[in-house]
């Protein structure tokens, strides 16, 4: 179980629990989480496609089990780390986005099979060392690891590049005993998270890529459920017009990714998701600690609170100590420290107050956190 798990785990809590109020918090709306898990149900039934979300983003059981229960089929994770802790909450349908190629891993995952026939643990390929690594540790005998083979893009992430090379592939993987093809993957993610005609392009020639591959080693799928599955939190509505139909290949699950919807954010998924109704759930509140020169604010949160990897955090709103709201505040975030931010431009921000600050990437959000406060849509904290 990794570390990411304990921010999930129910503990017995005494009489008088109290929920903390040290700043700076990291605050989940609950109304917002569960009115996006309900958005993206919707559109992936609209749209005739199965969820299996990317649970990294919060790597949170009560969150997960949210998802599970508008629909989706199974979850997605990035390392074997996650799968155990996956496994660990009950979730035995798993897709990890992602190649394995080490033998402890690869082990890991082949006891888990082992252990419950019922299981089902899926991974990437996208090379010959790859495929040869994997059939080392499965072998002819015991379970057999179902794999897709990635599609990547020039100067991305993993996946093969050639599609040639995609088209002979397959052979490799039925010359090995140990491993059984069952699908294609691709990953439109990795494109710049904007909505210029240039990129759309590229998003649009990646996935045509990909459902060209699917169609061309059909034929060599060792499942009648074949599984086509693409990325899908900033570009969905692009994936969707891509998707192979059951006339295309019987049996097709048409299976997202997406996991970033489940709190949005209020920069650039909120600028790049097609998804109408989505609202940011996620906030950082925190206390100005310092005013020493005019049109400046320090914060007492940095680095080790808020997601920086993407966009600076956006200040939302403050208050006052006692908690009366503030107007007519503003301030752009300058510099970042571990636990400091620095906001110029700085306008009615005096030491003690309370901001709230928006996000970029909830995945990177989630992270910094162990323990995070559940807030309802009156933005009172419920819990922890």
Request: hydrophobic content about 45%.
């Amino acid at each position: 179980m990794t570390g990411h798990a304990l921010r999930a785990v129910p503990r017995p809590r005494a009489a008088g629990f109290v929920i903390p109020t040290a700043y700076p918090q990291l605050r989940l709306d609950a109304a917002a989480l569960d009115h996006n898990i309900r958005v993206m149900a919707d559109w992936c039934k609209t749209h005739d496609v199965a969820l299996a979300p990317h649970v990294k983003t919060t790597m949170s059981a009560p969150v997960i089990e949210r998802q599970i229960a508008a629909g989706a089929v199974g979850v997605t994770v990035a390392t074997v780390d996650q799968v155990a802790t996956a496994l660990g909450w009950g979730h035995n349908t798993v897709l990890i986005a992602n190649q394995i190629v080490d033998p402890f891993g690869l082990a890991r995952v082949r006891a888990w099979l082992a252990a419950d026939r019922e299981r089902e643990i899926r991974c990437f390929v996208d090379s010959a060392a790859g495929i040869a690594a994997a059939n080392q540790v499965f072998g002819a005998h015991g379970p057999a690891l179902e794999v897709l083979l990635d599609i990547g893009t020039p100067g991305g992430r993993t996946g093969i590049r050639d599609p040639k090379q995609a088209r002979r592939a397959p052979d490799l993987v039925r010359a090995a005993p140990g491993l059984r093809l069952v699908g294609v993957a691709g990953d439109e993610g990795v494109a710049p998270n904007t909505r210029i005609d240039e990129t759309i392009a590229a998003v649009d020639e990646h996935c045509r890529r990909v459902r060209d591959v699917y169609l061309d080693v059909a034929g060599p799928f060792e499942t009648d459920r074949p599984v086509y599955s693409m990325g899908g939190s900033a570009f969905p509505d692009r994936v969707v017009d891509f998707l192979p139909t059951d006339d295309d290949v019987p049996g097709t699950i048409r299976l997202l990714r997406s996991g970033c919807y489940v709190a949005h954010d209020h920069g650039v998924y909120a600028r790049v998701s097609p998804i109408p109704g989505l609202v940011p759930a996620l906030a950082v509140r925190a206390v100005v600690v310092s005013a020493v020169e005019d049109g400046t604010a320090v914060v007492g949160a940095g680095k080790r609170d808020l997601p920086y990897d993407t966009e600076a955090p956006i200040l939302l709103s403050a208050s006052t100590a006692a908690g009366q709201d503030k107007f007519d505040v503003r301030g752009r975030v300058r510099s970042l420290y571990d636990h400091h931010t620095v906001l110029s431009d700085a306008w009615n921000l005096e030491v003690t107050d309370v901001v709230e600050f928006g996000i970029s990437h909830p995945c990177s959000a989630f992270d910094r956190w162990p323990e995070y406060l559940i807030t309802n849509d009156h933005g009172d904290v419920i819990d922890v």
